[in-house]
């Protein structure tokens, strides 16, 4: 691996380390209730759509991206 690929990757990993990335599974009213909290904080980068768990499940699952520092 070369100095400059070395670089590289060291770069990737900081930024990467920057953020969380979790889906969260719930009733809505419980995830509007978490999202609106990491929103006011600042935390919050990027929120899916919300999609059906299938079946008779009522629940909804969300992918969240949060900033960490």
């Known amino acids: 691996?070369?100095?400059?690929?070395?670089?590289?990757?060291?770069?990737?990993?900081?930024?990467?380390?920057?953020?969380?990335e979790l889906w969260i599974v719930g009733r809505?009213?419980?995830?509007?209730?978490?999202?609106?909290v990491a929103s006011a904080s600042g935390r919050l980068v990027y929120l899916s759509a919300p999609r059906l768990m299938g079946g008779d499940d009522t629940r909804q699952r969300r992918y969240l991206r949060l900033r960490t520092k």
């Open 28 to 36: 809505p009213e419980d995830i509007a209730a978490m999202v609106q």
């Open 1 to 20: 691996m070369t100095t400059r690929e070395r670089a590289y990757a060291k770069a990737n990993n900081q930024r990467a380390a920057h953020f969380t």
